[in-house]
């Protein structure tokens, strides 16, 4: 029994989400779908991280167990030959049996993308969220520094969050511009359910003056999901990258073009 890890593009806007569902429509459905005809028996996959109908990947990272030989390319062309459009298989390898996508990750990076116009263009419809006022993002900065570090997380966090504690680490959240886009990049080894669109959705509150930047802190430390703003929409949010200790391999930065990398650099 060989385990096998890949690393997986996809745009979600025309999916149920990540997580299989009973009548399809879900990454992991079609996912699964063709791994299954290309080993010649039916697997699962595991991931990183499950996103939500709407949010996107630039590489998310899964593993399945099989006991077909494959050369690793097979795993990437043949698995993409039978993958709808708006998925890709971009890297394969051969891990540790001890290997877990989600268990043995050390961090995860998600990127917001809002797009601030008076008119919503069309072709950031489904890729970024739209703010059509305009944004203080010095003090969304500001705001968003009360939220780096360990903290209890319970009001940024989804009633149907199934997590054991509230409480995660993160270790940077940085606000970066690129003409009319910002992009809020969010890097931790965890997140709840919801959580960095619960965010995005408070601190947009503050870059249009609806609150101070303090208020950002005042809604963490009270702990109540209903002090904070509505859950942002989910098409501007994308996992960026998951990362794992070295000796398992995989590459670093993930394979393919990063959606943004840098202040001020969209790639």
């Given amino acids: 029994?060989?385990?096998?890890?890949?690393?997986?593009?996809?745009?979600?806007?025309?999916?149920?989400?990540?997580?299989?569902?009973?009548?399809?429509?879900?990454?992991?459905?079609?996912?699964?779908?063709s791994l299954a005809a290309l080993a010649g028996h039916p697997l699962r996959v595991t991931c990183a991280g499950r996103t939500?109908?709407?949010?996107?990947?630039?590489?998310?990272?899964?593993?399945f167990d099989t006991d077909t030989a494959r050369p690793v390319h097979a795993w990437v062309r043949g698995t993409n030959a039978r993958l709808p459009a708006a998925v890709a298989?971009?890297?394969?390898?051969?891990?540790?049996?001890?290997?877990?996508?989600?268990?043995?990750?050390?961090?995860?990076?998600?990127?917001?993308?809002?797009?601030?116009?008076?008119?919503?263009?069309?072709?950031?419809?489904?890729?970024?969220?739209w703010v059509f006022r305009d944004l203080d993002v010095a003090a969304m900065r500001a705001?968003?520094?009360?939220?780096?570090?360990?903290?209890?997380?319970?009001?940024?966090?989804?009633?149907?969050c199934q997590a054991k504690t509230p409480v995660r680490r993160i270790e940077?959240?940085?606000?970066?511009?690129?003409?009319?886009?910002?992009?809020?990049?969010?890097?931790?080894?965890?997140?709840?359910?919801?959580?960095?669109r619960n965010i995005v959705g408070s601190?947009?509150?503050?870059?249009?003056?609806?609150h101070p930047e303090h208020w950002i802190g005042a809604v963490l430390e009270g702990r109540d999901?209903?002090?904070?703003?509505?859950?942002?929409?989910?098409?501007?949010l994308y996992l960026q990258a998951v990362?794992?200790?070295?000796h398992f391999g995989l590459p670093t930065p993930p394979p393919g073009m990063p959606l943004w990398q840098g202040a001020s650099r969209l790639e």
């Avoid at 997986?8 to 699964?32: C, K, N, P, V």
């Avoid at 890297?91 to 540790?96: F, G, K, N, P, S």
Wanted: with cysteine; hydrophobic share 40%; net charge neutral.
């Fill in 1 to 33: 029994m060989k385990r096998i890890a890949l690393i997986l593009g996809y745009d979600g806007s025309h999916f149920s989400g990540w997580q299989t569902q009973s009548g399809g429509g879900a990454i992991q459905d079609a996912l699964e779908a």
């Fill in 52 to 63: 939500d109908a709407g949010v996107h990947a630039t590489a998310q990272v899964v593993h």
């Fill in 89 to 129: 298989v971009l890297h394969a390898q051969e891990v540790d049996p001890d290997f877990h996508a989600r268990f043995s990750a050390r961090s995860r990076r998600y990127v917001y993308l809002i797009h601030r116009a008076a008119v919503r263009h069309p072709l950031w419809v489904g890729r970024a969220g």
């Fill in 143 to 160: 705001g968003a520094r009360r939220l780096v570090g360990e903290h209890d997380f319970s009001a940024f966090r989804s009633s149907q």
């Fill in 172 to 196: 940077s959240l940085t606000i970066d511009e690129s003409g009319p886009l910002l992009a809020l990049c969010f890097e931790g080894n965890a997140f709840l359910h919801h959580m960095v």
């Fill in 203 to 210: 601190l947009v509150y503050v870059g249009t003056g609806r």
């Fill in 225 to 236: 999901r209903s002090l904070a703003a509505p859950t942002f929409s989910a098409e501007g």
């Fill in 243 to 246: 990362t794992y200790d070295e």
